[in-house]
C-alpha cells in the first residue's frame, strides 16, 4: 500500500465520518469531566511532565518550590491541550481504528466542537500562566510545541510521510528544554542532550507498537512505516534508531552532568534495548510478542534513564561541569520529588489506547 492510496482511503474515510456525525460540532450534552480529562491522554501527559521535572531539576538555577509547582503544572496542562486538540483533528481516523474508537469523541460523549474549545483554551491557560510564573523563553518554546504538535505532526506529517513519527518527535522531545528554559530563561546543551535522546527513542517506541496494529493504521489510512514499507523495512530501522538511542543515551555521562552510576545504568539499559530490537528484526511476521516486548521496555527504558539522571543530581557528588555551571550547583528540586516518582508510575503504565 503506498502514501497516495492511503491518502485516498482516508480522503473516504473523513467523507464518512462527516456525513455520519453531522452534528460533530453541536454540544454533545451528556458529557462528564471524566471525558474531558481523558481526552488530555493523562498518562501520555504524565510522560512530558516526568521529562520536564527532570530538565527543571538539573539546571543550575532553582526556584522556589511555588513556581517551580506553577511551571509543572503549566506545562502538564500545555500537554494535556495538545492531547485535546490532537483528538480533535483525528477524531475521523480515531472513528475507525480499534484502539482509538472508545475515545470520547467517536463515542459521541464530546462533541469535537467542545473539543476544540477546551483545547484552545487550555493551550492559551496553560502558555500565559508558563509566562507569569517563569519566563517568555519558556512559555514561547511551550507555544511553539503544541503548535508543532497539531500542525506539523497531527495536520500534516501524521497521514503524509511514513517518517511523521520521526520528525513529529520532536514535540514530544521538548519538555526537558522547556522544564529548563523555564528554570534558566535560556536553551543549554543539557537540555538539548535530552531532547535528543527522547528523538531517537521515539521511533523504535511508536514503530514497535505500530507493528502489531497494522491493520488499523491501513484501514485508518495512516502511513505508517509499516503500512508503507513493511515489516522487514520497519524492523531494520528501529534495529538503527536503537543504536543510535544507545550511544546518545551516554551522553549526559559523556559530558559530565551525569555520575558514573548513570552511564553503567544506561549501558545496560541500552544493551537489553538492542537486545531486544535485534530479536525483532530476526523475527517472523506473525510474532506478535517480539514487538510488544519492545515497546514495553522501552517505556521502562526512558523512565530509568531520567529517573537515574534526576536521582544523580539529587546526591552530593558533582561533575566538574555541574560545580561550575555559572558559579552555582545544581541542585535538584526535592520538594518536587514525589509528585515526579508519581509521574513516572503513570506514564510507565501507559496503554496502547493513549499514545
Known sequence: MNVKSIAGELGQRRVRFASSSHSAYSPAGHWSVSDFVALTKPRVMMLAVFTALVGLSIAPTRLDPLTALAAVFAIAAGAGAAGVLNMWYDADIDAVMARTAMRPIPRGKVSRFEALVFGLVLSGFAVVVLALATNLTAAALLACTI????????????????QNIV??????????????AAATGEIGLEP?????????????????????????????????LPVVAGRAATTRQILIYSGLLALASELPWVLGFAGAIYGVIVAICGALFLLLAFQLSR????????????????????????????????????????????????TVHVDLLP?????ASSFINLSTGEV
Not at 537515574?308 to 555559572?326: C, I, Q
Open 147 to 162: 503548535l508543532f504538535y497539531i500542525v506539523v505532526y497531527t495536520a500534516w506529517l501524521k497521514r503524509a510521510t511514513r
Open 167 to 180: 520528525i513529529g518527535g520532536a514535540a514530544g522531545a521538548l519538555p526537558p528544554v522547556i522544564g529548563w
Open 192 to 224: 538539548l542532550t535530552l531532547f535528543l535522546i527522547i528523538f531517537l527513542w521515539t521511533p523504535p517506541h511508536f514503530w514497535a507498537l505500530a507493528l502489531n496494529r497494522t491493520d488499523d493504521y491501513a484501514g485508518a489510512g495512516v502511513p505508517m
Open 283 to 330: 523475527s517472523i511476521g506473525a510474532d506478535r510478542r517480539t514487538a510488544h516486548r519492545l515497546f514495553v521496555f522501552s517505556i521502562f527504558y526512558l523512565f530509568v534513564l531520567f529517573a537515574a539522571l534526576l536521582v544523580d543530581h539529587g546526591g552530593d557528588s558533582f561533575s566538574p561541569m555541574r560545580a561550575s555551571h555559572a558559579g552555582r550547583a545544581v
Open 339 to 343: 509528585g515526579a516518582v508519581h509521574s
